[in-house]
């Protein structure tokens, strides 16, 4: 699945310059082995405003035993609130982001994200994001962010 037209990125280039737009990547890669790491995919439904990704953190991203680190799922929380920020509003760039941890994520199983735009300032977009188990019954973290329009 292609997330980004080759247009889109070279927009994006223009801002932040990259030397190689076909090597550029929208999310780390820290091994070419499939499953140890960052294992994804993101949904953006324009109608409803909101993208959902499915993430199974592989065992690379080990915090405490069997654990998700919480800086893996603060990439993958911020990835989201990206693809949302930028096919909603053609934001680019975060602003800040705040994470409130409410319950461990356990590694390997599937974590869904849910981020919205809560609202436009400028140009600010305003998003939020929940990242809960797939049966939807643990909440593992909440978050918000502001984006920014490039000028």
């Known amino acids: 699945m292609q997330l980004l037209k080759e247009a889109e ?3 994006i280039a223009k801002a932040v310059p990259v030397q190689m737009i076909e090597d550029a990547r929208l999310f780390l890669q ?6 140890l790491g960052f294992e994804y995919v993101i949904f953006h439904n324009d ?3 909101k993208c959902i990704c ?3 953190p592989g065992p690379l991203l080990e915090g405490l035993p069997g ?6 799922l603060g990439t993958v929380i911020d990835t989201t609130f990206f693809m949302m ?7 680019v760039f975060t602003g800040t ?4 941890f409410k319950s461990p994520g356990i590694l390997s199983s599937v974590v869904r994200l849910e981020a919205k735009v809560t609202g436009t300032e400028g140009r600010k ?6 990242a809960q188990s797939s049966d939807r019954t643990i909440i593992f973290a909440e978050a918000s962010a502001i984006f920014f329009r490039m000028r």
Do not use: D, N
């Open 9 to 11: 990125l070279a927009r």
């Open 30 to 35: 820290i091994t070419e082995m499939e499953t």
């Open 47 to 49: 109608s409803e405003k």
């Open 54 to 56: 499915l993430f199974q």
């Open 67 to 72: 654990i998700i680190h919480g800086s893996a």
């Open 85 to 91: 920020a930028y096919y909603s509003a053609r934001a």
């Open 97 to 100: 982001m705040t994470i409130t």
């Open 125 to 130: 977009v305003i998003l939020s994001c929940e």
